[in-house]
């Protein structure tokens, strides 16, 4: 059975998008799935935060999108059931270049099906923007999970980016789904959290799925970002573990 694509997807920068891909993927692969993420954010935040110097990495993401390299010649193996498409910077170029290329929406897409019998889940961390290669994404994928820093900002930019979903799956994609909005960066000592959360639950659950798990804002997760660790690696017992472990179970279900 091919694999399900899920892109992770928010035009807001800061919404914890790439901590989110990299420690499910890492829940997913505890779990014995076979995961593939693919780095598609030029910052190549995903690619890092897994351990890989990005100034070394010759072939990647990018020669797979302009099409100059198949997908399975760039994958890395990072344990038995995870592997990444890294990316670096010169990925920022194939926004540009996409645009002279034919049927530029469907590079990633073409370039999955090779694989897909390879994995059970294929994670895409996309960039913090509307961009070519988050259309990319989502004409690849089967869903999208939108993660939303629980802050008022964020919740007027997802209001905006399930418009630009449905324009999507109307005009490339039309199996794409909303696989849910996943809560991220709760402060619960601030009423402002509180409040976004409560709003959020109240006005989009009659549409979209509101995944019940909510990511805390934790130091934790940047330290585990900053020791190149998965937060279940690096602290299995800390509140921010039990919440991916939570999410990837709902994950599950949805997705």
Known sequence: ???????????KGGT????????????????GKKVLVIDLDPQGSLTTG?????????KNIYNVVIGQEPLDKVVLSLSPNLD????????????LELYLKPRREDRLKNALEPVRQDYEYILIDCPPSLGMLTINALSAADGVVIPMACDF??????????QSITSTKTELNPALNIAGILPTRFDQRTNHSKEVL???????SPHV????????????????????????????DHRAADDYRHFAEEFLVHA
Do not use: C, W
């Open 50 to 58: 897994f351990g890989i110097d990005i100034f070394d990495l010759g």
């Open 84 to 95: 990444i498409a890294p990316t670096d910077i010169n990925l920022s170029a194939a926004e």
């Open 16 to 31: 914890g998008k790439t901590t989110t891909v990299l420690n499910l993927a890492g829940v997913l692969a505890d779990k």
């Open 153 to 162: 900002y964020s919740l007027v930019g997802v209001r905006l980016l399930l």
């Open 198 to 204: 409560q709003e959020l639950r109240e006005k989009l």
């Open 209 to 236: 799925t509101i995944f019940e798990t909510v990511i805390h804002e934790t130091v934790k997760l940047k330290e585990a970002s900053s020791n190149q660790k998965t937060i279940t690696d690096y602290s299995p």
């Open 1 to 11: 059975m091919p694999a399900k694509v899920i892109a992770f997807s928010n035009q």
